[in-house]
């Protein structure tokens, strides 16, 4: 019983959430300006998205810049499950093969995703100063078929996250500044749900589908988490800038979240979650952030005065390493369920994840200076997830993809677009090496799982059967636009 708010909390807080680089739970860029160059914008940081990219870089803001905008994605996440065995319908020792039809995320589209920034000097020469509000750059909802192959894994995810941002720079000499943004990440939702398996016979195994299946749904938010960054700006030379930026504040979102369990069959008894004797569903979920780092480095092309080009190189690492659990504290909480009432405690959920490194190369060229600007860009990220703990819940894999954008100038006002393009290539997971195990919360099969009187014997030495064997691929695609004012 104990899996049941196991398993919702740790499909819930693999929701997206706010931080400086794309990669884990983010995804794309912040900006055109910045999304034109597919983010190699530490070094350029040029417009009110240098609180999310390096606030070092507000002191290069001329007057004040207001920046209003807003991006549209659409996102493609497709999953195939790898054909199995459906030992829950074993006849005389035989069982049927079942194969799986492909499913894909029933709401790709997210049409909002808004952008408000301020920055200016103040009248100030040396320093500079803005605040900023944005939804965090990821993909707040999902959703796949209830009877899908993908249903032990995840039903359907919905996340929104705000990011509250104020920034101050200052520039002891000319060639020189350095950066701080304090956050407030308020994330006023944070749903979740997946199928799991109520079954409590000895020696069951349920690969497919069962007639006491569950559907596991927690719903949370968290008012305010606390974050920073910090970063620096020099100029080398005439035509070489180089520029560092990191989160380096341990930071982790905690939700105040719900917890429901409902049979699909409306037969069943249902579930009774209680504390202290009385009728409780509330638990707190704890998603740690990772620590980040951002090195840039920019070559500007210069006639005379004028920039007529310039080339940026950017590396960003992210320790997702200290990320090895995430944690669900029910305070106490019991689950009672098939005549079995459990204490449920505070739970860890392992995941091994892996830093990752994403290398971005971009640049503007000015085809008509201070009125037509054309951008382009490339990227690389490395996973995140082992393929062994593959998931739909949000892309893991290692990702490409390329950008191209402009700007256009009228009196005061800039107009900037951009399209980003963020690719999964399609890889797949063999039942072998699959490490995402079905849910049973009533399972008579206890760690080490090698009962046999208990446990089904082609399962022996894991929870269950798993179930994120198959193929996976995602296609993001973003559209950005800002409008900016220089006054």
Known sequence: MKTIATVSAAAL??????????????????????????GAFAARADDPTAVFYNPAGLVNLDGTVVMLGNRASYNAHDFTRAATTDWGQEVNGTAPAVSFDPVHNGKPWQPLEPLVGVASHLGLHDWAFAIAAFAAPGTSKEDYPLSGGQRYMMVSREAVILDYVASAAWRPVPSLAFGVTLTWIYVPRLDYSLVIDGTPFAGAANPVSSNLDLLAETSGSDPFTFDATVGAWWRVARSLEVALAGQLVPAEIVTRSTLHVTPLDKKMPEVVLERDGRPANDVRIALPLPLMARAG????????????????????????STVKQFTLDTRGLSAAFQGANVMLGQIAIAKQWSDTVAVRLGGDFAVVPGRLVVRGGAFYETAVAPASHANVDFAGGQMVGGSLGGSLGVGRFELALAYQLRFQPTFAVSEGNARVYQQAPASACLPPYTDVNACNPHYLGQPAPAVNAGSYRATFHYLSLAVLYRY
Not at 18 to 34: D, E, H, I, N, V
Not at 297 to 320: I, S, T
């Open 297 to 320: 480095a920019r070559y500007r092309h210069l006639h005379a005065e004028r920039e007529v080009f310039d080339l940026e190189l950017d590396v960003e690492y992210e320790r997702w």
């Open 13 to 38: 807080i693999l929701a997206p959430a706010a931080a400086l680089a794309a990669g884990g739970y983010y995804s794309g860029a912040l900006g055109p300006r910045a999304a034109g160059r597919s």
